[in-house]
T-cell receptor, first 112, second 113 residues
């Protein structure tokens, strides 16, 4: 299978709290998992990624976790700010093919 | 950082006409992609291109679609003839390696009427 499932579809959190988005994948050969942020009318921008040789990666308030056994990976945004409001997409891919399989997206809304 | 340029940014076209979407990828990138996004929905892979050839295409890449990159110029997506359901934002992307960081263009908003 080539699906990537993403939940939730909409996430509302209070400014300053953390937000978590979860994705699962079907193909155990998947080995690269990028996360993209897309603002209205803009192109998606890579914010963080993780490869299958890692379980955790952190950069500037973003944490990505990868559980290969459960075929699950997640994005955690700590200390959310209004500028974090956007669509977030997870994706997965394998070395053997040439395409990113995208999740369906999470609309993150930061409440002041 | 390096950018992928897409021309035009918007295009309105009559159903049945031909349209060509142009992409100028990052200069040292070797892999090129087209994705389709309907408003608010996920990106859907159309096709990728490497070394002058289509490597993979999805079911969305209908017979009316074609891609080429003649002599290292623009990487183009041509739709001929267009249908109403082709209305979407088309994003071009490029990457240096097979599954390394993608750089996306700002998209071409295509409206078929």
């Amino acid at each position: 299978g080539e699906q990537v499932e993403q939940l939730p579809s909409i996430l509302r959190v209070q400014e300053g709290s953390s937000a978590s988005i979860n994705c699962t994948y079907e193909n155990s050969a998947s080995n690269y998992f990028p996360w993209y942020k897309q603002e209205p009318g803009e192109n998606p921008k890579l914010i963080i990624d993780i490869r299958s040789n890692m379980e955790r990666k952190q950069t500037q308030g973003l944490i990505v976790l990868l559980d290969k056994k459960a075929k699950r990976f997640s994005l955690h945004i700590t200390d959310t700010q209004p500028g974090d409001s956007a669509m977030y997409f997870c994706a997965g891919t394998m070395d053997s093919n040439y395409q990113l399989i995208w999740g369906s997206g999470t609309k993150l809304i930061i409440k002041p | 950082g390096p950018k992928v340029l897409q021309i035009p940014s918007h295009q309105i076209i009559d159903m049945g006409q031909m349209v060509t979407l142009n992409c100028d990828p990052v200069s040292n990138h070797l892999y090129f992609y087209w994705y389709k996004q309907i408003l608010g929905q996920q990106m859907e892979f159309l096709v990728n291109f490497y070394n002058g050839k289509v490597m993979e295409k999805s079911k969305l890449f209908k017979d009316q679609f074609s891609v080429e990159r003649p002599d290292g110029s623009y990487f183009t997506l041509k739709i001929q003839p267009t249908a109403l359901e082709d209305s979407a934002v088309y994003f071009c992307a490029s990457s240096l390696g097979q599954n390394s960081d993608y750089t996306f263009g700002s998209g071409t908003r295509l409206l078929v009427i």
